[in-house]
């Protein structure tokens, strides 16, 4: 994909948000998949939408275990529904293995079964999003609102500043 490789090029970070949630054809998995064919690249999600189709209520944050229920543009915090225990689980594992490798310290510690703190996965989070290791995934609905501000928060804390950026250069 020319926008990946101009990305690349210009050493810009990135994130991407999974929009359109609410539409009925609407595929996590094979939207994932496709990035990852596409592009080469990982792609995991950092937060996971509650709900399918018309039937989408939230988003959870796979990092700080949350979940975040919408009514109308306003979200409050709430429990991980039980059905998605598992599924939840299942990508923070693999969230959490692909954080690791972004510092020598953590992914010592994680080999050594010690749990990361979300404080080390968030570092870990702007170190990736940096690197361009992995795409991390961002879901929700434009067009509700749901998933938009921990998108923007996302980018505030995981992306780094004109500053930063004008630092890095070589």
């Known amino acids: 994909c020319r926008l990946w490789e101009m990305l690349v090029e210009a050493r810009v970070p990135a994130l991407g948000f999974m929009t359109q949630l609410e539409d009925a054809q609407a595929n996590l998995k094979g939207a994932l998949a496709k990035i990852e064919n596409e592009l080469g690249l990982k792609a995991l999600p ?72 979300n404080d080390e996965l968030h570092l870990a989070l702007k170190i990736s999003a940096k690197n361009r290791s992995f795409i991390p995934i961002y879901c929700g609905s434009g067009s509700k609102g749901i998933g938009v501000r921990n998108l923007v928060d996302a980018m505030v804390q995981h992306l780094p500043s004109p500053i930063e950026r004008e630092a890095d250069r070589p």
């Open 46 to 117: 950092v937060t996971l939408p509650i709900g399918e189709g018309a039937g989408l209520q939230g988003i959870i944050d796979l990092i700080e275990r949350k979940a975040w229920i919408y009514k109308g543009s306003s979200a409050t915090a709430g429990e991980i529904p039980e059905e998605m225990k598992a599924e939840v689980e299942g990508y923070r594992t693999q969230l959490i293995e692909k954080l690791a490798e972004a510092d020598d310290k953590m992914i010592e510690e994680f080999l050594e079964g010690k749990e990361l703190s």
